[in-house]
Nanobody
Framework: QVRLVESGGGSVQTGGSLRLSCTVS??????MAWFRQVPVKEREGVAA????????YYADSVKGRFTISQENAKTTRYLQMNSLKPEDTAMYYC??????????????????????WGQGTQVTVSS
């Protein structure tokens, strides 16, 4: 069983920054992503990083503001969020695909492809 634990959420004002962390308990070589969700809306893919860390993917709404990364041991993935906007307010989830699944330029957004999910961390941006 793979366990994902997120941290780093909180409340900031417009233009502020937060860094989310996702710690992976085992089998660290896999495509991982951050999703976000607000009530009554579908879960939205925000960013993903390949198992090797050499390829990243971003939703258009966050390009240039958010950066996904991983530390060398790959036990932790990060989402650095800068220039935050009120529309970034959501519950943010870390997700992991099975080890044999690539991220893919299209499939990284498909939440059904992700086997493991964290409990979520709330991000609130006030105007």
């Amino acid at each position: 069983q793979v366990r994902l634990v997120e941290s780093g959420g909180g409340s900031v004002q417009t233009g502020g920054s937060l860094r989310l962390s996702c710690t992976v308990s085992r089998n660290v070589n896999r495509c991982m992503a951050w999703f976000r969700q607000v009530p009554v809306k579908e879960r939205e893919g925000v960013a993903a990083i390949s198992s090797g860390g050499d390829t990243t993917y971003y939703a258009d709404s966050v390009k240039g503001r958010f950066t996904i990364s991983q530390e060398n041991a790959k036990t932790t993935r990060y989402l650095q969020m800068n220039s935050l906007k009120p529309e970034d307010t959501a519950m943010y989830y870390c997700a992991a695909k099975p080890p044999t699944y690539a991220c893919g330029s299209v499939s990284w957004r498909r939440s059904d492809d992700y086997t493991y999910w964290g409990q979520g961390t709330q991000v609130t941006v006030s105007s």
